[in-house]
DNA sequence: CATGAATGAGGTTTCATTCAT
DNA sequence: GATGAATGAAACCTCATTCAT
């Protein structure tokens, strides 16, 4: 009984390691089984493949992160509203922070995900949380021009700043490694994003620089 | 004779397609040849290895875009100290729009180099040309300093700044298929980092919104 | 069931003829497996790969090689001072025997190591045993002047010696294929190997037909 | 025309430095016309085939051997049987020494011919040269036996006298790199050899230490 | 719960050799 | 005299996966 979780536990630890280091299409099960001290036959009884393997490793990290964004993003619905008209970012960067926070948490694993999973099911994941994102701003301008009496920004606008904020985020992470710089980052760069939704309602043409998020 | 060009091309051509379909790792040396027509022997008399048949299929792609990159980038030198501080962005609106069309002449390859070219010696290349570009505006913004007695932004900034400018390409040719539509988006998105480049010399803290796109 | 030691002694009796017949380079694990009707991947499940497969198949012989080798060169340390002053050589000519008697019964693989095992780990396997031979005479001969207060033989007579006695097996095997016939040969060899080394502590400019066999 | 023995006379050198460095089975084709900067085409206009090149690189050091072994071993016919009973090791020595110096002259070519032809037709070709002293021995004791109305040598005894001067040629050259410390060997070894040929036919039974060459 | 065995297809690379030109 | 192209076989090895036990 002991063995049954540390089994499994092992397994998922020695896979964990291989994936980050080799990434997913390199990594070896056979490697990963010789790793836990294991016969590949252990691995398939608690896993159906790779994939399988590769989500059950990334799995929590995944769950949490999805938590964190939806969290994050919902909450916006009802209060952003009013700040991103008044170009308050400060709770935007408290968002920003702790989703950073999170991804620093889970940097390894995270860095795979963006970086190395190719070939597997998660190699789009970037574009599936923009997606989420663009869902929300979707809503979001829905309820501000239904307010306002103003025109939506075009799809793509919606889009492109999903994308952006996606990017800034995978953009951190790959190039700042420590934590606490990657915060003094991130608040610039939310100034900058809440601007330019600003100005994506204020008109683009009259202002250039203070309208669609530069990216 | 007929086959002296064939054999080769042949085998480029095919190579190219599975490059693309599969990405590089899972690129197949011997479906190439079958897709070919061609005993593996063949193509180990044009190509030294994969990475070699790899080269010589991206190679053109990579040329030209070193090419116009420096031709660009070059060209900046000269003229952008002046275009950058007076907010005009037309000039470089025409070179990154020069840049994009060639990228969308060679969508697929370029878009190969940039997301399934891992294992391969290109799985880096977009940092390697957001370093030409750290360089390039590490020249600049020195002569710009050195001519307006103001100090240049700092070493991250710059940094940050060449890789923006390459993922904003990177971004728009993983998300936008269409040429046309591509280049519209391009202005938008030059006009903000010019903005940002003046931003960036003009002192963030009072006005963030032309400030410095941070991404 | 009846599978379970078949296989692995299938691969290993078909590896053995294998390296036999061509000697290790040209030896084909591919050939190896059909013969055994396997697939080269159950070969490599229990083979870590081709040195490690020749490492099974030659592994009981070279360690009863390595044992009788020791035990025999071991009593010598003990024993042999006297005998080998007195020019008795009844004992080594035992001990000569034994070891002759063992190669024979491992005649097929001991021919390949010494002559056909080019390319893998055991293409000096003469040197490695001559050398331990070399330090046993030095623990020896040390004893000796010791004993007596004659001086050591240079060391290159003693590497010369502990190479002969090895040549002295090689030969005997590459060119005598019956044991009966080797067994014979053996003594009249030993016989002089002794004499030599009573020589080589007698002075060899006043005898030489009595000194020691200088190959 | 200048590039006609150019061509095949790289060819050659570059087969010779490939051959030694590599064995004859590792030795590769291609690599041998890749440093001789020449298509493999080339390569077979001049030689049938790897074996044909291998003659052709060995070809002169082989029949200058063969030569001088023949010549030392006609003159003993003549001279020999005297001196041999006589005990008289001053011609064979000199004899031997020639053989060496020529040996040493051609260290690299004999030592790749001794040690590193498995694979080529050269594989047995101390078997070879030892089969030409056999003869040779054969011959000799022929006529000393007819001459002194004693028996000769049992086959055996010849067979394995001859492969000795051989190995004992073969062991020089794979341990003593330096030529002067081999001259001072062959010395001492072919007194014991020349020696025990006298006891070959002195008796054995009587007095082992001055009978058969003891090797 | 896990082993141990085995599959079968596939991977990249290297080889000696041939031959039309 | 030599090239350049191509063959075809074979090399060693690794893979994810399956399954009876």
Redo the contacts between chains.
């Keep these: 009984m002991p063995d049954e979780k540390a089994t499994k536990e092992k397994l998922l630890e020695c896979a964990r390691q291989e994936f980050l280091e080799k990434?997913y299409?390199?990594a070896s099960l056979r490697g990963i089984c010789q790793k836990a001290g294991v016969t590949t036959g252990a691995l398939y009884f608690f896993f159906r493949n790779k994939e399988d393997l590769l989500a059950a490793v990334a799995g929590e990290t995944l769950r949490g992160l999805n938590q964190i964004i939806r969290a994050h993003f919902s909450r916006e619905i009802d209060t952003d509203a009013r700040t991103a008209l008044a170009g308050d970012a400060s709770e935007d960067i408290q968002s920003a922070k702790e989703i950073l926070h999170y991804l620093y948490r889970h940097y390894d694993m995270v860095l795979f995900l963006l970086t190395?999973s190719?070939?597997s099911s998660y190699e789009t994941i970037a574009d599936r949380f923009a997606d989420v994102l663009e869902q929300h701003y979707d809503r979001l301008t829905e309820q501000l021009s239904a307010r306002l009496g103003i025109p939506k920004p075009d799809r793509?606008i919606l889009?492109?700043a999903s994308?952006?904020q996606i990017?800034?985020f995978v953009?951190i992470l790959t190039?700042v490694e420590e934590e606490e710089k990657a915060l003094e980052?991130i608040e610039?760069?939310v100034?900058?994003l809440v601007?330019?939704w600003?100005?994506a309602f204020g008109g683009?043409k009259e202002?250039?620089?203070?309208?669609?998020?530069?990216?």
Excluded: T, V
């Design positions: 990434g299409l390199k190395k190719q070939g793509y889009h492109w994308h952006m990017d800034a953009h190039h980052h610039q760069i100034s900058y601007a330019g600003a100005g683009r202002n250039h620089s203070a309208g669609f998020p530069s990216r």
